[in-house]
């Protein structure tokens, strides 16, 4: 015997009537970062020097900086998205966890936003 409605059990949905939306997220933004994960290392792997120079020039290309970008803001919504389960499963005070939350979004969104900016700026030729 089941507690859920016929409907609840055809759309999957829970009590929170998110289903497994958050689970599915996490799992796109893995398999995106399957993807620029080793773009990034064979990238910077097969430059000739890793002087400052180079990474420079190799990060003003636009596919490389449009790539990075990408990267930088999936792996920091993946990162997010791991830490919530974390939170969500082992603060059991609703204040600790609700401030958590909000502390953790917003330390992920500052350290997104200026990493794309670093890396905007050196696309568009604005580093020192």
Aim: aromatic share 10%.
């Amino acid at each position: 015997m089941s507690l859920r409605s016929p409907i609840g059990r055809v759309l999957g949905l829970g009590a929170a009537h998110e289903g497994v939306s958050h689970w599915w997220t996490q799992r796109v933004s893995a398999v995106a970062l399957l993807g620029l994960g080793p773009w990034l290392l064979i990238s910077l792997l097969v430059l000739g020097a890793h002087d400052y120079a180079t990474v420079v020039q190799w990060a003003a290309r636009p596919w490389n900086a449009v790539l990075l970008v990408l990267t930088v803001a999936t792996l920091f919504y993946h990162s997010y998205l791991g830490v919530q389960v974390v939170v969500e499963d082992y603060v059991s005070h609703k204040g600790a966890k609700v401030a958590a939350l909000l502390t953790l979004k917003f330390l992920h969104v500052v350290l997104a936003a200026i990493a794309i900016f670093a890396v905007l700026r050196v696309a568009l030729g604005a580093a020192p």
